[in-house]
């Protein structure tokens, strides 16, 4: 992967490069950024750049046939961790190899993907993925055997967030005591998930959100919009170019949670002092509760980011209002005097209590059922 193919981040691609050529290599680093804004196409580039010893501020001028292995995520002393779950295939202790497939399909397909986008790939249903102790395991085994090539050994940690307790112990030995030539390098959207212990270990790089124009320019060049049409996208996607390609290729999940939403607060509103309307909120929650763990709470983080932009209307602060519903009559200029001061603390609240219990795998249906009656009273608070 070449440094000219991630968009922005100059100051860190200069900065890695840089510090590679002069022989300043830490044996573990943290890239913690934004969904969409180049952290593991950056860590598969700064990857690229040590085994093969490329030269100058880009991927060229090394190993050739190191390069090439680069092409499709093949090389031997390359080493990926993601998180992962049982499947029909693999009924027990999954680990990141038994996926290298899925994955380097993945990234072949694009490697500013999210976490639930590779989780759609997986079709994690009601589970949730995770680096287990297995997968800490396979690291020791791999960093156990002399390099292919006899140079570095590199690991990339992908969501390093989703590590247990059990993998994280055993990781944190391997940083106190790295093995010669040995190079970790962890990615993070929280860094604040992050145990402190294996924090404390890491050289930690903080990745930004990609500015709007060059969303727009890489728009213009890689899907041949017109250049109206790319910043309009650019300012919705806010620094995310995976979100950006997501709305260009009409995939991405917003439109559907859209359509989850309005049907929710428009229950919500005919709730009060009806009620049989509440029948309407309880089978809203039926059908929210049979989706994946994944799939509601990325809706319900999609609920949140939805209020905070009605507030940012309602307090006429437009310029940083970027949401634009598609759903048949109803617009955010009119839901917006609904959603002020008086009420957002506790309507955001409730929605983050209600990720925490999902991710607790508490009863869904309850716990939706509970949201959307709060949502009811707190909507028509004054």
Known sequence: MLFSEILGQ???????????????????????GPEGSGTLPMAIAYAQFILCQNSGQENLGGNEACNLKFQHFSHPDLHFIYPNVTTEEIKSKPKSLDFITEWRAFLQQNPYGSLF???????????????????ADEIVKSLGLKSYEGGYKIV?????EKIN???????LKLLEEPTEKTVFIL????????????????????????PEKIIADALIKYHDLDPRTAAKIAHQAQGNYNKAQQIVNETGEDLVFEKWFVDWVRAAFRAKGNAAAIQDLIQWSEQIAGLGRETQKKFLNYCIELFRQALLLNYQTTSLVYMEPKIEKFKLENFAPFVSGNNIQEIYKELTD??????????????????SIKLTRLIHKS
Not at 191 to 207: A, G, M, P, W
């Open 354 to 371: 209600a990720i925490y219990h999902i991710e607790r795998n508490g009863n869904a249906k309850i716990i939706l059922t509970d949201l």
């Open 165 to 171: 307790m059990s993998a994280s112990n055993k990781l």
């Open 117 to 135: 986008d590779w989780y759609q790939l997986l079709g994690v249903q009601n589970k949730q993925g995770e680096i287990r102790v297995e997968d």
């Open 187 to 210: 990615i993070a959207e929280n860094e604040e998930d992050i145990l402190k212990t294996i924090l404390s270990r890491c050289q930690v790089l903080h990745f930004s959100a990609i």
């Open 156 to 160: 990339i940690i992908w969501m390093a």
């Open 10 to 32: 100059d100051y860190l691609k200069n900065h890695l490069t840089t510090s590679a050529l002069s022989g300043r290599i830490p044996h573990a680093q943290l890239f913690v």
